[in-house]
């Protein structure tokens, strides 16, 4: 089955892209960010705080296959949707293979450039531990937007997006604990319970529900946990 197959994060971020923007309306947005057909930093990142602002690379707008070009929401979502982090480069433990040396060199020697400030989106193991699922690399262009260099190592699977559903945010948990505080009043049995007291289900229901977020939130934050939405471009282990 399709929804069972593993998936390209590439391919995924492509169409989180598509998503929210259309091709071309999107190729025009890239054009009029693009000075003298070089993508450069804007007015704002001159005076943010440098720590937290990635290093823009001067690369030649016609030199670029913008389908790799990405927005910042582009690859904000795809993070927040499977969990990820991006972060600089800097903080990535794991050896980069020879491909996506290759295709930095590649880049550099294209567009006669020295690449600064990379940053790579993969899940937060590959930041501290030997294993790693497909992790992106990309350059800062400025103006928030990124090109996607290489990607490598395995595709992710199309159960870690729905694992990862209900510490999305805190919406998604709200609805992930409501859902199931609902499922287990449907099973539990009231036997005479609900024959005499008609508001019986509703208060089991208020009382599965609170144990669900006081239990689930206790661990989650007492672990030093976070939702998908606070953590994807934090360089914190736990948070």
């Known amino acids: ?36 057909r070089t993508l450069v930093a804007s007015q704002a990142c001159a005076t943010a705080d440098e720590s937290l602002v990635s290093t823009p690379n001067a690369l030649t707008f016609d030199l670029l296959d913008t389908e790799r070009i990405y ?15 991006f972060l600089d480069i800097t903080l990535f433990k794991q050896d980069f293979p020879v491909e996506a040396i290759d295709a930095i ?14 940053k790579i989106a993969a899940p937060s193991k590959t930041f501290s531990l030997k294993n790693y699922d497909d992790p992106l690399l990309f350059a800062p262009l400025g103006n ?15 159960w870690r997006k729905w694992k990862y559903w209900p510490i999305k945010n805190a919406v998604t948990f709200m609805v992930f604990s409501l ?32 144990s669900i977020v006081a239990t689930v939130a ?10 998908n939405s606070e953590i994807w471009n934090r360089p914190f282990k736990e948070n």
Request: proline share 3%; hydrophobic share 40%.
């Open 71 to 85: 927005h910042e929401t582009h690859i904000k979502k795809l993070c927040i949707d499977y969990r990820l982090r």
């Open 144 to 158: 928030d937007y990124y090109y996607l260099i290489h990607q490598w190592g395995n595709d992710v699977s199309p």
């Open 1 to 36: 089955m399709r929804l069972l197959e593993k998936r390209s994060l590439a391919v995924e971020l492509q169409q989180v892209r598509n998503k929210i923007t259309s091709p071309d309306s999107f190729v025009g947005s890239l054009r009029k960010t693009s000075k003298t």
């Open 105 to 118: 060199q590649d880049l550099e020697k294209t567009h006669d450039v020295s690449l600064q400030g990379l």
């Open 179 to 210: 859902v199931l505080s609902a499922l287990f009043t449907w099973v539990m049995p009231l036997n005479k319970l609900g024959t005499t007291l008609l508001w019986a289900p509703f208060i089991v229901f208020l009382f599965a529900f609170k």
């Open 218 to 227: 206790y661990y989650f934050f007492m672990m030093g946990k976070n939702f």
